[in-house]
């Protein structure tokens, strides 16, 4: 099979992007354009991403992303293979804005659609990076979600385990916002972090040595709350004893996963441990978690920062994976706010993004 072109939309959050990716599976393939907008500063006096802002945001900007992403390629829209937009999980605004852009152009074009699941993306990015093979362990660690999913193959994800009030980056925000740190509180946090004793204070870490790979982070940010209400903290302190905590509890979790992903897929012998999204920019983070899959005799990739922040590369890979496979979608597919990756899985939070502010 020649090299197919994709063009990718993402407007599931507060990230509007529009990308052109060329290769073919396993990967690794060929980021032609990825441009990015950022509504950081849109949202930022709101502690939160609130998404009419997002939607309207993404409404005025898309169309001239997409320009500028062909252009960056130097491509036409005619040499594109097909169009895929992100159909979902996320605000419902904005994906409805992607995605019918998205109609819009396969329609105008004559090119195929194809609508792919957000997840999926942060999913396959370790493909589109490094060529990574099936079956890997993936823990999806972000602003909307906290999951560890077996990827089987395309299409085939098993949920090992997910969280059951916060994401992670949720929390890293949240703790930002009592800590009256700027937002987005994640690198806020974490260079705050280097700097403090992680033992400072004494804080909780749900689930801790039980068994599952569920996990729960708003008993240790309401403890945060409590420990600044109570007393006179010492921010860098504050900052690092949350996230050995948070460390600590994504260590545990996933340890469970790389022993359960073992028994299911007996015959890999050195797997991949995959880390997506926001939060594994977060080098403490990413530095636990490189040592403890090489413990358990799996590889680590982390994807570099920008593809693991939302963007419209990954968007496009992951049509492309599906378009490899010879599948389209039709045009009044509907856009959604959930949408699991594992449809037989346990569907609490299966991803619609949550309104942190
Ligand atoms: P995403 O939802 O994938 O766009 O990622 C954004 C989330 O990642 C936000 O919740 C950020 O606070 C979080 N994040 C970004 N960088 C870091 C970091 N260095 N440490 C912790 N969280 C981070
Ligand atoms: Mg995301």
Known sequence: MNNLTILGLETSCDETAAAVVRGLPPGPGQILSNVVFSQTEAHAPYGGVVPEIASRAHLEILDGLIERALGDAGISLDEIDAIAATAGPGLIGGVMVGLTTAKALALASGKPLIAVNHLAGHALTARLTDGVDFPFLLLLVSGGHCQLLAAADVGKYRLYGTTMDDAVGEAFDKTAKIL?????????????????????????RPLLGRAGMDFSFSGLKTAVRQLVTQNQVNIDDAC?????????????????????????FPDTPRPALVVAGGVAANAAIGSALAKLADQHGFEIRVP??????DNAAM???????????GERDPLDVSPKARWPLDASGDNRHSGERQQSA
């Open 180 to 204: 009256g740190l700027p937002y987005p509180g994640g690198p806020n946090v974490e260079s705050h972090a280097a700097r403090g004793n992680p033992r400072a204070y004494a804080l909780p």
């Open 315 to 325: 968007i496009a890979w992951a049509g492309l994976e599906r378009f490899a496979l």
């Open 240 to 264: 690092a004893s949350f996230q050995a905590a948070a460390i600590d509890i994504l260590r545990d979790r996933t340890a469970h996963a790389l022993a359960r992903f073992r028994e299911d």
């Open 304 to 309: 570099p920062p920008r593809y693991c922040t």
